[in-house]
């Protein structure tokens, strides 16, 4: 997990680096994301935040919010344009609300699995796509990591896209999320992620679909009967800046790549651990 928590958000810490210096003042800033403390995204962003800090001689003080304690992802990313969060972690589909072109990348089976991904996030393509996010919303994206394959879990269990006539599963609130199910004649609807538990506890959708690692942390197994690997989307998160504070990213390249070999690590963005949790189906504990 010390691992995993250093490689995906070695770009932010390393950007605050060169921003600090003994004699700034110290700027307090706010990470958001909606993930559950438990998880890695919430160990990882604490850790950089305590690096950062260290690294800076306490220029920045950076608090991280979990578990949609600053809201749902949609209020998150409002609140970066907004100024009332500073960095955030959260979905390119959300990102492609600003920039369309972004959200080709939770387009369903556009990656075959976790190298395809981080193959896009290092290719001049993604460049391409996070400078036109850029110069659209002076918001910088610093890190792009594997999220998971999305699996589906449900109440009435289903073997083929005709299994899935008429159930009302629940999605995030973008359009490519709502294509599959779609497609297959189910019932896609949205719901905040804070409140999936609650909706299928009470009926109000009789499944979801996330990383089998999501599933877990989020307990969804308890009031789930079975779980489908469909793998319909390899998904991804981004880390995000906002624009008064683009100096946290303002390191050359080749600087991350040093720090990443000398702390062990061969790529910035390491998928190797989630692929191997996210592919194994007993990493859903309590789900049958």
């Not at 036109?132 to 594997?146: L, V």
């Not at 409140?195 to 877990?216: D, H, K, M, R, S």
Request: aromatic fraction near 10%; charged fraction near 20%.
């Amino acid at each position: 997990m010390r691992l995993l928590s250093k490689g995906i958000l070695l770009a932010v810490a390393s950007a605050a680096i060169v921003a600090g210096g003994p004699a700034a003042a110290q700027q307090k800033l706010k990470w958001a994301h909606v993930y559950e403390t438990s998880e890695p995204y919430h160990t990882q962003s604490v850790w950089a935040a305590e690096e950062i800090k260290k690294r800076t001689n306490g220029k920045f003080d950076i608090q991280v919010f979990p578990a949609s304690s600053l809201g749902k992802e949609t209020d998150i990313n409002q609140g970066l344009a907004l100024g009332t969060v500073d960095m955030i972690i959260s979905g390119p589909s959300f990102a492609a609300r600003s920039y369309p072109r972004i959200g080709i990348a939770y387009y369903p089976f556009i990656f075959r699995d976790a190298d395809h991904l981080i193959a896009y996030s290092k290719s001049p393509v993604f460049a391409e796509m996070v400078e036109g996010f850029r110069q659209k919303t002076g918001i910088q994206i610093t890190a792009y990591t594997y999220y998971g394959a999305r699996h589906t879990t449900s109440n009435r269990p289903f073997t083929d896209c005709a299994g899935m006539k008429n159930l009302k599963i629940r999605v995030p609130d973008v359009p490519a999320y709502m294509a599959t199910p779609k497609a297959c004649g189910a019932n896609p609807t949205p719901i905040a992620f804070a409140e999936v538990y609650l909706a299928l506890q009470n009926g109000t959708v009789e499944a979801q679909e996330n990383p089998l690692t999501t599933i877990e942390a989020k307990k969804f197994y308890e009031v789930q009967k079975a779980i489908m690997l469909t793998g319909h989307i390899v998904d991804g998160l981004t880390t995000q800046i906002a624009k008064r504070h683009r100096s946290l990213t303002r390191v050359p390249r080749h600087a991350i790549r040093r720090r990443s070999r000398r702390r062990g690590f061969r790529r910035p963005f390491p998928g190797a651990w989630y692929s191997s949790v996210t592919c194994t189906p007993g990493a859903a504990r309590g789900a049958p």
